[in-house]
């Protein structure tokens, strides 16, 4: 058994791999970084493994690429490796194996042979009587040959602490101050097939790994007396203990992958939701905004920003509402925030996921994202709405479909508008466009100036009528980015030929 090394704090993240990770699995991650890197300290990514059940392959590999979609880095995991590797739970068995049978030769600790069956049935009966439920004991201080002879025998035995009457219920928390847990049952340490369960193992690799302070959800206060208990009996020094309020839903339920999809972390970038941006709203759930120079509550703020002023006592230990709404105000404030080329490059995995550019999309295509993205900058509060946007731009002008809304809301002199705009259009000389200087060729002012003067002016429609037969020609939609200027982007041919697509198409109905 190592000694536990004196050193600047060490914190860890310890997820299980059974499935897609869960958005708490980034929360408690961000605020044990946040206080390690503030500290001058380390962070540790540990994989617990030991639920061999509901272990999932692919599931280790999601955590890696999702804290690290995040930003949020560790020092030392099964991918980086470490002084203290490994840092698979599952690799570690011979590690525990020593611990175990020291417990069980001072007596802490015991073999129960009881099966599934039996202890069913025994949960059932104390339910039925209104009793508090556990395990009743009955295996304790028996041989394997006298325990056989009763009902409700396993071969293979579990091995389960011997909680003390006296054993300690109240503890620190740094968020939390003097806490007190119920007094806990007579734990499995170890399972029929070998391996330790969570308790066992996470008091044992703690040590191990030198961690100086467990964060974890507050769901886990009921079990730290039993982790408390253990570190008193293999004389270890125990870690400072911080639970963190519980992610709820807005029914103040705890947030749970079976009925939200938000509680998957990859649920996120699916959606188009920016890394900085879910970061901010983690830190928020739990931890109040920053002051301002004048005293002003200051929601939006980096990791770094966040970290350099962290404290446990800040830290409202009230189950936080999951509020999307708020998240996606921040996300938009990020995009808002991006400078157009690094914007462009993050729409690219939804364009083409959504088919709207190719793998590997030309010069010429990437240009012309570049100024469609300016366009849309404001537009978005996610990521995933850029396609609908963007599409028109990438169309081919025959492919164009025309969105039922859209279509809907065209008023019965719709073709004449169209009529006139491509008249209108059709004038300006765009030879010299782009021309540095020129104040001629196709560009926005010169074509809003040609179409309010035809339409607006020439007509008597109002701006707010007079434009929503030529957006929905250009864009297909009822609602697009400005007019004018993908009129520029999309040149003088496209844009006549789908102001006459859509003229000729109404005539002919």
């Not at 069980?104 to 009881?114: P, Q, R, V």
């Not at 007094?183 to 330790?196: N, W, Y």
């Not at 105000?329 to 959504?354: F, H, K, M, Q, T």
């Not at 010069?363 to 946007?389: C, D, F, H, P």
Request: charged share 25%; net charge negative.
């Amino acid at each position: 058994m190592t000694e536990k090394p004196a050193t600047a704090p060490r914190l860890r993240v310890a997820p299980s791999p059974t499935g897609d990770p869960h958005v708490g699995t980034a929360y408690m991650s961000l605020f044990n970084l946040a206080f390690a890197r503030q500290q001058g300290g380390s962070f540790v990514l540990r994989i617990e493994d030991t639920d061999r059940a509901r272990f999932q392959a692919d599931s280790e590999q999601q955590v890696f690429d999702t804290l690290h979609w995040l930003g949020l880095r560790w020092d030392e995991g099964p991918d980086v490796g470490g002084p203290y590797a490994p840092y698979r739970q599952s690799e570690r068995l011979d590690t525990y194996r020593p611990y175990v049978e020291r417990l069980l030769a001072e007596g802490k600790a015991y073999h129960c042979w009881c099966s599934t069956e039996r202890l069913t049935q025994m949960r059932e009966m104390q339910q039925k009587l209104k009793q508090p439920t556990g395990y009743d004991r009955l295996c304790v201080g028996k041989t394997r040959e006298e325990r056989a002879e009763l009902p409700g025998f396993s071969e293979t035995p579990v091995v389960r602490m011997l909680i003390p009457q006296d054993a300690p219920l109240q503890f620190d928390d740094l968020i939390r101050g003097r806490v007190s847990a119920p007094r806990p049952d007579d734990q499995v340490i170890l399972k029929a097939d070998g391996f330790p369960t969570y308790h066992l193992a996470v008091v044992v690799d703690d040590h191990e790994m030198g961690i100086t302070h467990v964060v974890r959800g507050e769901e886990w206060i009921s079990s730290t007396p039993k982790h408390i208990l253990l570190y008193q009996w293999l004389g270890l020094e125990a870690p400072a203990f911080a639970h963190m309020p519980l992610l709820r839903n807005t029914d103040k339920s705890k947030i749970s992958k079976r009925k939200n999809p938000a509680a998957r972390l990859t649920w996120f970038k699916e959606q188009g939701y920016l890394p900085e941006a879910l970061v901010n709203f983690l830190a928020l759930l739990a931890y109040p905004p920053k002051a301002g120079p004048d005293g002003e509550d200051v929601e939006v703020f980096t990791f770094e920003e966040f970290s350099a002023d962290f404290a446990w006592s800040k830290v409202n230990p009230v189950g936080p509402i999951f509020d999307l709404k708020k998240l996606e105000w921040l996300n938009g404030v990020y995009i808002r925030e991006l400078e157009v080329g690094e914007l462009a490059s993050r729409l690219l995995p939804y364009l083409e996921r959504d088919g709207v550019l190719s793998a590997n999309p030309s010069l010429g295509e990437l240009a012309r994202l570049a100024k469609v993205t300016e366009l849309i900058q404001t537009r978005m509060a996610l990521l995933t709405e850029a396609s609908a946007l963007v599409a028109p731009f990438f169309t081919a002008d025959d492919a164009l479909e025309i969105a039922e809304d859209a279509r809907a809301q065209l008023k019965g002199d719709s073709g004449e508008v169209l009529a006139a705009a491509i008249k209108a259009l059709e004038d300006i000389d765009d030879s010299r466009s782009g021309v540095l200087g020129s104040e001629s060729g196709w560009n926005a002012a010169v074509i809003e100036a040609a179409l309010r003067s035809a339409v607006v002016e020439g007509m008597g429609i109002k701006p707010k009528f007079a434009f929503g037969p030529l957006r929905t020609a250009v864009s297909g939609q009822r609602i697009s980015p400005p007019l004018f200027e993908s009129m520029e982007i999309l040149g003088k041919t496209s844009t006549l030929a789908r102001l006459h697509r859509l003229r000729d198409e109404l005539a002919g109905s």
